[in-house]
């Protein structure tokens, strides 16, 4: 394939980013510059002598724009193929000159979603000629160059100064690739709009998600494993994926997953005192909140120090250098706050190789959203996990109620279990977690791990007794039988909470009662597989 000297080229961007000194750049090589409305002014603006499309066309912009690239003169001059006979024949006949270079960006769309506009508003920013002209010179990327992001002008302005105002067919091909994945997100919006926000459809017959690359990553799970990051290409809610990186080393997939977990669980307490998430391998190993991020974070480090060695740890609340000077203690691979105070990045620039993620605003734990996981063959699609208690949902079904105490705890151990994997078992008192069973097959060695957790956390600590001996117990799903709740009043749980709903839940009421413990129904579950 050739090279192709670029003598004409159309532009028409929404973004006007740098048009004026691509325009520049192509007058400079002797370009005959074609434009539309207030790409036309924006190049006249800055000296540019320039074409209007109907100038070019014989035919009026009508219908408020909607009609103005939508033409054979247009097409045909994008479409044909240089060396073909008939199609030069063709040109020949019908006054069509060849465009070689067509620059465009599309309406804001999602730009117009993000910021709520009305219903009307947003139909009118449903690109229809901009598209076309993309993917009609993207198709004939043979003899026409394509630029339809800002980023590219510079790389087009160095081609053609390479090339002698001609562009290569490999750069082309690249131009070309590009134009058609910006072209599919663009209708992939455009589709979820329709379906997620307009029609109300959870679940539409075809699902339609357009990212954007953010970057490799340096392996997968494990390093035989490739993996990059992606963002949607539209509107999103802010997290992990959109937290700025202020040091250390590059992030792997592991450790992006880990602190979306770390990030979504300390996000349930964005509204509630200082809290600290330690997570390792997906799971929370420690949690806490308290009156200072410093004692909240101790208290959850005692709970599995062990743990929390090379772990994620996620606060809600900006970080203050005595709280990076606790956290420097041990090694720690990534770090997640709102913010970070001087004193606290002056504490961690030492640490090299801790990776500190300012996350501003944290996310909505009740947004909601769909879930995706990939099977073979398939996909599978869920909404988020985003299900609130609330007061009258909580029932009362021993005969003793529990105490205050009691009733904060309960909700504390709720909200991590939440976020445990299943079979999930949670042990907490005073606003911390005591004991952490996670993703055992069965519920009864969930509650014997986390007690026996709690035993080595105390003997470590040099405590009389684990923390389980007062605390509330929290089950992600109903106890099937009455062993794993006689597991928790063996390790000393004085209150439980658990969804109920198993056959057995006389069974199991009655073994609470016997054991003088008070225990609340939630009516909902939380598996997390």
Not at 56 to 71: A, I, S, Y
Not at 132 to 159: C, F, G, Q, W
Not at 336 to 348: H, K
Request: charged residues 20%; proline residues 5%.
């Amino acid at each position: 394939m050739n090279d192709i000297p670029i003598k004409r080229a159309l532009l028409s961007v929404s973004d006007k980013t740098g048009l004026a000194e691509l325009g520049a750049a192509l007058a400079a090589h002797g370009v005959e510059l074609v434009s539309t409305g207030g790409t036309a002014k924006a190049l006249r603006d800055a000296g540019l002598t320039v074409m209007d499309i109907s100038e070019l066309t014989g035919f009026p912009e009508m219908m408020d724009g909607r009609v103005k690239t939508l033409h054979p003169i247009v097409h045909g001059g994008l479409l044909a193929v240089r060396d073909n006979a008939d199609h030069v024949a063709a040109m020949a006949a019908h006054g069509i000159g060849a465009i070689d270079l067509v620059v465009v960006n599309l309406y804001p769309f999602a730009a117009k979603v993000a910021k709520g506009a009305g219903r009307e508003e947003i139909i009118e920013n449903i690109d229809i000629g901009g598209p076309s002209m993309v993917r009609s010179a993207a198709k004939n990327h043979a003899s026409v160059a394509i630029v339809t992001d800002p980023a590219d002008y510079d790389r087009l302005i160095a081609e053609m100064g390479e090339k002698g105002g001609a562009t290569s067919y490999d750069f082309r091909r690249l131009l070309a690739a590009k134009a058609y994945a910006a072209t599919a997100a663009y209708d992939s919006m455009i589709a979820s709009w329709f379906a997620f926000a307009d029609q109300g459809t959870m679940f539409p017959p075809s699902l339609t998600l357009a990212s954007t690359l953010v970057s490799p990553l340096r392996y997968g799970e494990n390093p035989h494993q490739s993996a990059a990051l992606y963002v949607p290409a539209g509107p999103s809610a802010r997290g992990i994926a959109q937290a700025v990186q202020v040091q250390g080393k590059e992030l792997s997939y592991n450790n992006y997953n880990d602190a979306d977990a770390a990030l979504e669980l300390v996000s349930e307490f964005r509204d509630g005192p200082p809290t600290v998430v330690i997570v390792k391998h997906a799971n929370p190993c420690g949690v806490a909140s308290g009156d200072t991020l410093i004692a909240a974070y101790e208290a959850a480090l005692a709970c599995d120090s062990v743990s929390a060695f090379g772990g994620i740890i996620a606060v809600n609340r900006p970080l203050d250098g005595a709280t990076a000077e606790a956290i420097s203690g041990i090694f720690t691979e990534v770090v997640a706050a709102p913010d970070a105070d001087a004193d606290a990045r002056a504490v961690f620039a030492k640490k090299k190789n801790l990776r500190l993620l300012l996350t501003g605003d944290l996310p909505d734990p009740a947004r909601p959203g769909l879930q995706l996981k990939s099977i073979a063959g398939g996909l599978l699609v869920q909404s988020r996990d985003n299900g609130r208690l609330s007061p009258d949902r909580l029932t009362v079904v021993t005969k003793r109620k529990p105490t205050a105490r009691e009733h904060e705890d309960c909700l504390f151990a709720w909200t991590v279990a939440k976020h445990v994997k299943s079979n999930a078992i949670v042990y907490a008192k005073d606003g911390s977690t005591a004991g952490i069973g996670a993703g055992q097959m069965n519920r009864l060695e969930s509650a014997r791990i986390a007690a026996w957790k709690a035993k080595d956390a105390a003997e470590k600590a040099g405590w009389s007794a684990p923390r389980t001996i007062g605390s509330a117990v929290a089950s992600d799903a109903f106890f099937p039988f009455a062993d794993g709740l006689l597991a928790a009043v063996e390790a000393g749980a004085t209150a439980v909470i658990q969804p109920g709903g198993s056959i057995r839940d006389a069974e199991v009421i009655a073994a609470a009662d016997a054991a003088g413990l008070a225990m609340l129904f939630t009516g909902m579950r939380h598996f997390r597989h």
